[in-house]
Nanobody, 117 residues
Framework: QVQLVESGGGLVQPGGSLRLSCTASGSIFSINTMSWYRQAPGKERELVAGITSSGSTDYADSVKGRFTISRGIAVNTVFLQMNSLKPEDTAVYYC???????????WGQGTQVTVSS
């Protein structure tokens, strides 16, 4: 089993920035992809950004150029730097981990991001 713990959410004004962190523990040898998903009220959960063990990244069109996913020095840590935040970025953000494709079986508890003036 893999446990994921997120941190870094909060309230920010439009145009502001936040940095989310996710740390994996447990059987981390069983994962090689980590990603961020988000779910807004009344909407389906969607992929925001993902990164593989080789460093390849993928982003939702809506966040390209504004969000950056990266791994920490410890390979079991991933960050999501969010700049130029918009009200439509408001959602619960979930860390995800798996092997191979994004959308693996392990999920964090979620962290709320609210963009509002």
């Amino acid at each position: 089993q893999v446990q994921l713990v997120e941190s870094g959410g909060g309230l920010v004004q439009p145009g502001g920035s936040l940095r989310l962190s996710c740390t994996a523990s447990g059987s981390i040898f069983s994962i090689n992809t980590m990603s961020w998903y988000r779910q807004a009220p009344g909407k389906e959960r969607e992929l925001v950004a993902g990164i593989t063990s080789s460093g390849s990244t993928d982003y939702a069109d809506s966040v390209k150029g504004r969000f950056t996913i990266s791994r920490g020095i410890a390979v079991n840590t991933v960050f999501l730097q969010m700049n130029s935040l918009k009200p439509e970025d408001t959602a619960v953000y979930y860390c995800n981990a798996g092997y191979g494709l994004f959308g693996g079986p392990y999920w964090g508890q979620g962290t709320q991001v609210t963009v509002s003036s």
